[in-house]
C-alpha cells in the first residue's frame, strides 16, 4: 500500500514569512514528485515537479527532494495572502505507472 | 491552461436515478481519470483510461462505470445514484513526453448532489 502523508495543518504564517509544507511516502520506489495548489471550491493546479535530489526553485517557490529520507518539500518565499490555500502532494513510482498517489493535503494560511 | 472541461458542473439528483458526467479535453493527451473529492478523504481514483476503450478501475469504483469512444471524451456514470456519492467529481488527464513524467491536468470539476 503506497501512501503519502501531510500535516493536514492548518499551517499558519505571516505574509512575507516563508512558508513549508513537507510530504512523506513509504514506497522507495517512487520516482516522480507533484505539487499542487487547489483554492477553495476550486480544482487541483499542478505548481512544481521534481524527480532529481536537491533543490528546485520556480519564482518564489522551491520543491525539496530527499529520496534517502522519503520526503519531498515545497517552500513558498515572501509568503503572500493570495498563497493560502490547499497544498496536495502526488508521488509516482517508477517504471511504466502513470497514476500518482495523493496526499490528503495541507491547508496553508498566509494572515496580512 | 490545460483544455479540460467538465458538464455539467453543478447536479442535483434523486436517489436512486442514473447520472452521467462528462469530461472533455482538447490537448488529446492519451490518460483521462475520474476522481472523487471529499471531505477527509482527499482525492480518490474512482476509474482511468489509458486509451479509447481501455479502462479500468480505481480504488472507489463501486457503483460508478466509465466510458471512453473517443480520445476526447471520458464519460463517467452513476449507475443508481446513493447520498454516499454526493461529492465534488474531478477529471484529469496526463500524457508522457520526454522529460516530464504523467503530471496531470484537473478540469474544473462537477458538484454532484444526491437527495
Known amino acids: 500500500q503506497k501512501e503519502v502523508e501531510q500535516n493536514s495543518g492548518p499551517l499558519s504564517v505571516p505574509e512575507g514569512a516563508i512558508a513549508s509544507l513537507n510530504c512523506t511516502y513509504s514506497?522507495?520506489?517512487?520516482?516522480?514528485f507533484f505539487w499542487y495548489r487547489q483554492y477553495s471550491g476550486k480544482s487541483p493546479e499542478l505548481i512544481m515537479f521534481?524527480?532529481?535530489?536537491g533543490d528546485k526553485e520556480d519564482g518564489r517557490f522551491t520543491a525539496q527532494l530527499n529520496k534517502a529520507s522519503q520526503y519531498v518539500s515545497l517552500l513558498i518565499r515572501d509568503s503572500q495572502p493570495s498563497d493560502s490555500a490547499t497544498y496536495l502532494c502526488?508521488?509516482?513510482?517508477?517504471?511504466?505507472?502513470?497514476?500518482?498517489?495523493f496526499g490528503r493535503g495541507t491547508s496553508l494560511i498566509v494572515h496580512p | 491552461d490545460a483544455g479540460i472541461t467538465q458538464s455539467p458542473r453543478h447536479k442535483v439528483t434523486e436517489t436512486g436515478t442514473p447520472v452521467t458526467l462528462r469530461c472533455h479535453q482538447t490537448e488529446n493527451h492519451r490518460y483521462m481519470y475520474w476522481y472523487r473529492q471529499d471531505p477527509g478523504h482527499g482525492l480518490r481514483l474512482i476509474h482511468y483510461?489509458?486509451?479509447?476503450?481501455?479502462?479500468d478501475k480505481g480504488e472507489v469504483s463501486d457503483g460508478y462505470s466509465v466510458s471512453r469512444s473517443k480520445t476526447e471524451d471520458f464519460l463517467l456514470t452513476l449507475e443508481s445514484a446513493t447520498s454516499s456519492q454526493t461529492s465534488v467529481y474531478f477529471c484529469a488527464i496526463s500524457e508522457y513526453s520526454s522529460g516530464r513524467s504523467y503530471e496531470q491536468y484537473f478540469g474544473p470539476g462537477t458538484r454532484l448532489t444526491v437527495t
Open positions: 521534481i524527480y532529481s535530489n
Open positions: 502526488a508521488v509516482k513510482v517508477a517504471g511504466g505507472s502513470y497514476i500518482p498517489t
Open positions: 483510461s489509458y486509451g479509447v476503450k481501455d479502462t
Open positions: 514506497d522507495r520506489g517512487s520516482q516522480s
